[in-house]
Every structure is written in structure tokens, then in C-alpha cells.
């Protein structure tokens, strides 16, 4: 157990919906990470938030955006879903303080998201 | 970041030890060596990673040439959970200018451990 937890675990639904997808990092980490992973392409980094601010962006699409809350919880949200975006979406944080981060990420378990 | 390059899958049998290679002859100096590996549609894992010297840890060892142009991580005694994609990946540390952004994972390579 990464101690990183990502709800929910799958999802249905159809192209044009919206669905929002939550992280909660490990305790005391204040980054947290979004990753899209497709059959054909690998894992993909969308974004990244640092203590409530965006802090690099990926190859996340105008139609995804997320945030970074006080409480450190993020949310992905997807919308005008296309049949493309079914993916597994995965979260991962990162140990609190810069000066002892050499890149360590911890994942979730990742959510499957199917749009039909 | 430094590119990587990996074999596309490996096989291994089981209770003998594992050797994945990993070339990044464009390393620099303040980049270091990360593997992670990823278990079918689990999260990636944390395994290990190096600057210069050999690691070892209670999953791996890794192994740096001195150019540091090249790595290996070596599972000494490979079981069947042991099958999964590794990933090897070379980037400074933030608080060295390493950039904010994740990790960028490659292909991997799929280790396929043989009872």
C-alpha cells in the first residue's frame, strides 16, 4: 500500500459526459501528480500541483483540468469524454520537502475510466 | 532529462537472478538513475536509484558504469511477482533544477520471470 488513495476505482460512462476523478496523497506529501496510461501510448503525465498550486503541466488536453485543495486532495476532471479517454488515470505524491525530493513518486492504485 | 533506452522484454527463470540493462549515454552529471516498475495495471512502483555509486536495497541492487552511460538492476532471485515492466529513468533532483514535472516514463522493458 503506497498510502496514496484514488477513488473511484472504475467508471462507465458515455462520450460527451463529465467525470471527476479524486486523489488523496500520502500524508505530509504536498505534490501530487496525474498520469493518463493507454494501451497505446504508456504513461502519460498531465499534471502537476505543489501545495495547492499548479505547478507543471504535461500533455493534459484543454478538456481535462484539475486542482490541488487546502486540505492537499486533488481532483481530475474530464469533460466532453470521447471514446479516446478511456485510460487508466493514476495520482502519485511526493515526499513534502523539496530539498529531499530526488524524484521518489508514490501511486495509487490508478481509476479505469471506460467511455462508451 | 536524459533519454533511456531498454530492451523491449527479458525472460528469466525463477530463483535465478535478473539483469536488466539501461543505456543513457546523455546523462549529465547531476542526473540520476531511477527504476520503477509497474505490475500489470498497478501503479508504477518505486524500486531504486543511484547518482554514481552501486545501490543496494531490499528489492535490488543497481549497477552504474563509472562513464555512467549505462545501468543495471539486478533482482537477485527473481520469483513470478517479479514479472512486470521496469522502467528506467534519468533526471536530476528538483531541488537541483531537475524541473517540476513528473517523472517521464519510457516503454520499459517486460520482464517475464519463467517457473
Known amino acids: 500500500d503506497s498510502g496514496v488513495t484514488q477513488t473511484p476505482k472504475h467508471l462507465i460512462t458515455a462520450t460527451g459526459q463529465r467525470v471527476t476523478l479524486r486523489c488523496s496523497p500520502r500524508s505530509g506529501d504536498l505534490s501530487v501528480y496525474w498520469y493518463q496510461q493507454s494501451l497505446d501510448q504508456g504513461l502519460q503525465f498531465l499534471i502537476q500541483y505543489y501545495n495547492g498550486e499548479e505547478r507543471a503541466k504535461g500533455n493534459i488536453l484543454e478538456r481535462f483540468s484539475a486542482q490541488q485543495f487546502p486540505d492537499l486532495h486533488s481532483e481530475l476532471n474530464l469533460s466532453s469524454l470521447e471514446l479516446g479517454d478511456s485510460a487508466l488515470y493514476f495520482c502519485?505524491?511526493?515526499?513534502?520537502?523539496?530539498?529531499?525530493?530526488?524524484?521518489?513518486?508514490?501511486f495509487g492504485e490508478g481509476s479505469r475510466l471506460t467511455v462508451l | 532529462d536524459a533519454k533511456t533506452t531498454q530492451p523491449t522484454s527479458m525472460d528469466c527463470a525463477e530463483g535465478r537472478a535478473a539483469n536488466l540493462p539501461c543505456n543513457h549515454s546523455t546523462i549529465s552529471g547531476n542526473e540520476y538513475v531511477y527504476w520503477y516498475r509497474q505490475i500489470h495495471s498497478q501503479g508504477p512502483q518505486y524500486i531504486i536509484h543511484g547518482l554514481k555509486n552501486n545501490e543496494t536495497n531490499e528489492m535490488a541492487s543497481l549497477i552504474i558504469t563509472e562513464d555512467r552511460k549505462s545501468s543495471t538492476l539486478i533482482l537477485p532471485h527473481a520469483t513470478l511477482r517479479d514479472t512486470a515492466v521496469y522502467y528506467c529513468?534519468?533526471?536530476?533532483?528538483?531541488?537541483?533544477?531537475?524541473?517540476?514535472?513528473?517523472?517521464?516514463f519510457g516503454k520499459g522493458t517486460h520482464l517475464i520471470i519463467q517457473p
Open positions: 529513468i534519468v533526471r536530476a533532483p528538483i531541488y537541483s533544477g531537475g524541473g517540476a514535472d513528473g517523472l517521464t
Open positions: 502519485a505524491s511526493s515526499v513534502a520537502a523539496a530539498a529531499l525530493n530526488t524524484g521518489e513518486l508514490f
